[in-house]
């Protein structure tokens, strides 16, 4: 794609990720305080108020949007989110400073992944195990959102997820605290950029505060009933990690913990957030959560509502109407306190001065620079590469893959074949026809040209009973030298409110393939989704498979970019893949018992399924590569360490095949004998390395106090004396090398 050497340059800047430099952060607080004294009340419980735009929802319908124009006039709301455009954003900006203080509204936008240019779902993103990519994909977001009158996004969801059936799974990073939190990093700082107030910069918000992926039985707003311990050691440490990122914002989330609805939990919000983290931002409520807690049956009506979520510390209030029609009778009544609703009106007014929306409240709404900015090639190519970073080479037998240049006839079959709606996965902006979307056909037609022959075949709907196509699939198949089978969701399939209590491949598509298989010719099967998809037929019998996600803007281009070899796949899975529903929730940082089978023929009297494996159908951190990988010569410096002490471990990865390839390390630990119990391993660091072929590089990991210390039943952040079992390898079930050493006291 041609663009001048302009726009080149402006987009080149635009890329640019800071990692070491960040604007200094002023203080504002004597003129948030001299603003706050000149409010009335009325005026601070509409900083407290959030509008979505009539015409846009994404949550319930809610009432009284007729009226919104006046009361933002009124200065009755302090944000509006659905807001697109720098036209838009300007033009109800404009009535915000009809208000009697001028104060400015922050507009707010689920910028989930990607913006004008969609990048892959974050969880397929998180595939990548690439945290300078993920940072860069946030980044390019940020630039545009920015650019279009956006100054803070509902992202990045930062909930650990362990059950596949919950559909929110797509906007994670997966089940695993350490990777989630490097993650949860990389996101924030892209967003965020050098600061916000920057005009390519947006404000984070981690989402969903706290344990939302813990949902019972995998089933979306459900309830979620876990220990403080487990809280601590697996759902918080994303939060945390998001929050020492310098994170504006949090979210907190639909479900109860442990009977209380998180909206209303002082302990979450108030002891944990904004007392021991310290954190300085400000808490939106998720959509309409507030109000919610009547028909979840812990608030009466919505002032009740009102009370309990003042109280409980949550700041602003999404789309429920409770604050700014209830809090200044609560406050009258003595049931909640001047002092809360300063504090959260102060926490927000220092958002507004920090974006530099009082020194300019239209600097984010520039049509011109929204024009120079959107949907350039280079944030597009951005979108090419992070979309062949996530795609994960599950099969490769016969080396199928990569495909041959010189072949003559191709068959692309499959209900996604020639899809460009389903490419942009669930929670991405739509821009209608204009959304620019390459579908698998379209990229390998440009990367075949004229060089080889496409035959096309649908076969069967994605959710489809019925095999009448299935006659014409296969004689496409039979012409063919190759077919390529594009299977799996629907881009709302996965998403919220989209649980699923069978997450096989929907409709007849594993028939067809069943029916293309027999046909003898090497079939190459693609599965496109949002979570973690059962397909046993086809993962015991099709030669070759690759999980390719929802992957954007550049889908196609990025899937045949693969197919043909002009990118070694590394893709490494960030969750585990079930053999059957009944396995769920899976995860492999698992507690052993007393039970637990050695093997899977072991199984009376033992915690095991009869029917099933315990083991996942692909484990946590698989992926193939074109390429095969050495590990050898493991060193530990030293075999024993006390608190104070570090150990450094080396070893030797070498690309031992003859394509360039990169590789993602995986450093596992396992504290042997623990009160309470530690699971069976768990991920403490991780490389992603490039080698070219027959290369060779020494890697290094550093093995300290935080790797080793765990929370007790006190939630003390301590460590035991004891044996350690350290695991390098390509999975969580690809140990490699392996060795222990003994941590005193």
Known sequence: MFFNQKTKLLAIALLAVSVSVRAQKVDYSAKVERLLSQMTLEEKL????????????????????????????????????????????????????????????IFGQDVVHGYRVTFPLPLAEAASWDLEMIEKTARVAATEAAASGIQWTFAPMVDISRDARWGRVMEGA??????????????????????????????????HFAAYGAAVAGRDYNSVDMSLRQLWQYYLPPFKAAVDAGAATLMNSFNDLNGTPATASAYLQRDILKGAWKFDGFVVSDWGSIGEMIPHGYAKDCKDAAEMAMNGGSDMD???????????????????????????????????????????????????????VLNSPAFREVARDMARKSIVLLKNEKQVLPLAKNLKTIALV?????????????????????????????????????????LYAQGCGVEDTSTQGFAQAVQAAQQADVVVMAVGEKYDMSGEGHS???????????????????????????VMGGRPLIFNWTADHVPAIAFTWWLG????????????????????????????????????????????PQNDSEKQYKSAYLDVSNSPRYAFGYGLSYTKFEYSDLKLSRK????????????????????????????????????????????????????????????????????????NDQLDWITQAGDFDLMIGAACNDIRLTDHFTLTK
């Open 500 to 526: 699923r209590s069978n997450i096989h491949l929907p409709g007849v598509q594993e028939e067809l393939i069943k029916a293309i298989q027999a046909t003898g010719k090497p079939v190459v099967v693609l």
């Open 318 to 372: 999404m789309e429920s109407r409770c604050y700014i029609e209830n809090l200044a009778v609560l406050l009258k009544e003595g049931k909640v306190k001047e002092a809360q609703i300063n504090d959260a009106v102060r926490r927000i007014l220092t958002k507004k001065f920090e974006l530099g929306l009082f020194e300019n409240p239209y600097r984010f709404s520039d049509e011109k620079r929204e024009k120079q």
């Open 174 to 207: 997966g089940e695993d605290t350490y990777l989630g939190s490097k993650i949860a990093v990389a996101r924030v700082r892209g967003f965020q950029g050098k600061g916000i107030g920057q005009l390519d910069a947006v404000m984070a918000c981690a989402k």
């Open 414 to 454: 499959g209900p996604l074949a020639k899809s460009n709606e389903d490419m942009k996965g669930f929670w991405s902006v739509d821009w209608g026809k204009n959304d620019q979307l390459v579908s698998l056909y379209e990229g390998v037609q440009a990367k075949v040209g004229n060089q080889a022959k496409l």
């Open 553 to 596: 803007s550049e889908a196609g281009n990025a899937m045949a970019d693969v197919l043909f070899g002009d990118y070694n796949p590394s893709g490494k899975l960030p969750m585990s893949f079930p053999r059957s529903e009944g396995q769920l929730p899976l995860y492999y940082n698992y507690l052993h018992t007393g039970r637990w």
């Open 640 to 711: 024993n360490m006390t608190d104070t002490d570090q150990i450094e471990v080396s070893f030797v990865l070498k690309n031992a095949g003859t394509r360039e390839g990169e590789e993602v390390v995986q450093l596992y630990l396992r504290d042997v004998v623990a009160q309470p119990l530690r699971p069976v391993q768990e991920l403490k660091d991780f490389r992603k390395v490039k080698l070219k072929a027959q290369e060779t590089t020494q890697i290094r990991f550093v093995i300290d106090r935080e790797k080793l210390a765990f929370y």
């Open 46 to 105: 509409g900083q407290l108020n959030q509008y979505s735009n009539a015409s846009d929802q994404t949550g319930p319908i809610t009432r009284n949007s007729d009226g919104q124009i006046d009361e933002i006039r009124k200065g009755r709301v302090g944000s509006m989110l659905n807001v697109r455009g720098a036209k838009n954003t300007r033009l109800l900006q404009q009535e915000a400073l009809k208000s009697r203080l001028k104060i400015p509204m």
